[in-house]
């Protein structure tokens, strides 16, 4: 099964949003989310989020 377009975070498991209270990255993350549904070309498309887990 291909997932249809996915945004891979490099956060820990659990933490797919980043840090609680981070919420600058946050909203940052699902602009990326966002803007990867409006722009994919094709089925099973896969982007890298760039950002660093803020402790």
Known sequence: ???PRT???PF????TLGAPGDV???MR???A???LLETAQS??????FT???RL
């Open 1 to 3: 099964m291909n997932l």
């Open 7 to 9: 945004l891979i975070t």
């Open 12 to 15: 820990p498991m659990g933490r």
């Open 24 to 26: 600058d990255t946050q």
């Open 29 to 31: 993350l699902i602009k």
């Open 33 to 35: 989310a966002l803007n």
């Open 43 to 48: 089925a099973g498309e896969m982007v890298d």
């Open 51 to 53: 950002g660093q887990y």
